[in-house]
């Protein structure tokens, strides 16, 4: 089966700017993540969906970051203004239950000048 | 917050086996423990997870002790494309199973 699908790669922005970042989920996984993973560091969970309705955003810093998962697949995660702190991976994972295994993409990488 | 330890780093060799310990002293009877893997510049890899019983799949073993507080993750014969960063996770029902990443251990396989 195909996997989790993110794009960009990579993204390179001054800070103030906005960016945002699209995931593509595992045909048929209800459950989507979004998660930040600064260097050296674990995942941090940043939100998370059931089908198109929000669990948990309770770490996501809604004054700057916005997600939404329209019609239950796609999501894409915003951050406007960026800032230099923001520097770091996000990651999309999915799976097909709360406690099912996840199922990462391989991130996007956000650098902040 | 992580409810595991597990050691910094380790290496082994290729070909032998790898042995990745974890302790989770505080864990409760219906919370499973899972491992994950990350290998440079890639997302989290799931591995394996269990409760009660040990667990084998097609990339690792996973032993948990009798009384649940540690566990285990063998990869039989490691390869120089297992160097990672091996993360135990403990998922919480009551946090809504989710993952809270520690650390985790650097493994690195040398030839």
């Known amino acids: 089966e195909a996997g989790v699908a993110q794009s960009p790669r990579y993204k390179i922005i001054e800070k103030r700017q906005s960016v945002a970042f699209w995931c593509n989920p595992i045909?048929?996984?209800?459950?989507l993540y979004w998660y930040q993973q600064i260097l050296g560091q674990g995942p941090k969970l940043l939100i998370q969906?059931?089908?198109?309705?929000?669990?948990?955003d309770s770490q996501l810093p809604k004054d700057r970051f916005s997600a939404e998962r329209l019609k239950g697949v796609d999501s894409t995660l915003k951050i406007q203004p960026a800032k230099l702190e923001d520097s770091a991976v996000y990651l999309c994972a999915s799976s097909a239950g709360l406690n099912q295994p996840q199922h990462f993409g391989d991130g996007t990488r956000l650098s902040i000048l | 917050d992580a409810k595991t330890t597990q050691p910094p780093s380790m290496d082994c060799a290729e070909g032998r086996a790898a042995n990745l310990p974890c302790n989770h002293s505080?864990?409760?009877?219906?919370?499973?423990v899972y491992w994950y893997r990350q290998i440079h510049s890639q997302g989290p890899q799931y591995i394996i997870h269990?409760?009660?019983n040990n667990e084998t799949n097609e990339m690792a073993s996973l032993i948990i002790t009798e009384d649940r507080k540690s566990s285990t993750l063998i990869l039989p014969h490691a390869t120089l494309r297992d160097t990672a960063v091996y993360y135990c996770i403990v998922r919480e029902r009551s946090n809504d199973y989710k993952l809270s990443f520690g650390a985790g251990t650097t493994v690195t396989v040398r030839a």
């Open positions: 269990g409760l009660k």
């Open positions: 045909s048929g996984h209800a459950t």
């Open positions: 969906f059931q089908n198109n309705g929000v669990v948990d």
């Open positions: 505080t864990i409760s009877g219906n919370e499973y």
